[in-house]
């Protein structure tokens, strides 16, 4: 079985812009959910999806979004990029949000912002 | 809030055992986790324990909890240098459906 698989894996990205990152959750997994991880903060939660609707959400500003299609493949959108969003962008998946077997990462998408 | 917290380095010699310790703050926690993040890749679940349980075994791998203390332990069986990572703790209290990371205990193994 294919694990949870990240594109791009890594971004170099400039002040102001946007970006959009991109997750395929293991097969028969139906949530997906997002996570930054960075030296200072350690592993924070963004969002996570299920059935295409947002489910939970963490404390991060409305310039990070995201959303699920119909396969349960999901997006992550940045806008107005700042110094400070540099980080590893972990997708992981599970069965659904009441899953309490624990989450399945992908490698991540490395951010850089300049 | 809920709060869990690690040592950040553990040292160890190849063939030793190690480990490592993680105590968490919410006295209803459900399910507590391990996970081990290798350089460039993500995190790895290598196991969980229910709260109801005392240890849990696997291959080189023992969890204890000690649920009155609120700590958790990772015991790794004649550790490898593969087993060099980062090992993360996370735990899901009771009326949350989403886990709480500590900041992860740098496993470091010399020969």
């Known amino acids: 079985k294919a694990g949870v698989t990240q594109t791009p894996r890594y971004l170099i990205k400039t002040r102001g812009q946007q970006v959009t990152l991109s997750c395929s959750p293991i097969s028969g997994h139906r949530s997906v959910s997002w996570y930054q991880q960075t030296p200072g903060q350690g592993l924070q939660f963004l969002f996570e999806y299920f059935s295409e609707t947002q489910r939970n959400k963490g404390n991060f500003p409305g310039r990070f979004s995201g959303r699920q299609f119909s396969n349960s493949r999901s997006e992550m959108n940045v806008s107005t990029l700042e110094l400070g969003d540099s980080a590893l962008y972990l997708c992981a998946s599970r069965f659904a949000p009441s899953d309490r077997l624990g989450q399945y990462f992908g490698p991540g998408t490395r951010l850089t912002v300049t | 809030g809920e709060d869990v917290e690690q040592s950040l380095f553990l040292s160890v010699r190849e063939g030793d055992s190690s480990v490592i310790n993680c105590t968490y703050t919410d006295s209803s926690s459900t399910y507590l986790y391990w996970y081990k993040q290798e350089p460039g890749a993500g995190l790895q679940l290598l196991t969980y324990?229910?709260?109801?349980?005392d240890m849990k075994q696997d291959q080189r791998l023992t969890v204890l909890l000690n649920k009155k203390d609120k700590h958790l332990s990772l015991r790794i069986a004649d550790t490898q240098t593969g087993d060099s990572a980062i090992y993360f703790c996370a735990e899901i209290s009771g009326g949350s459906y989403i886990p709480t990371f500590g900041r992860g205990t740098s496993l470091i193994v010399h020969p």
């Open positions: 324990i229910f709260s109801n349980m």
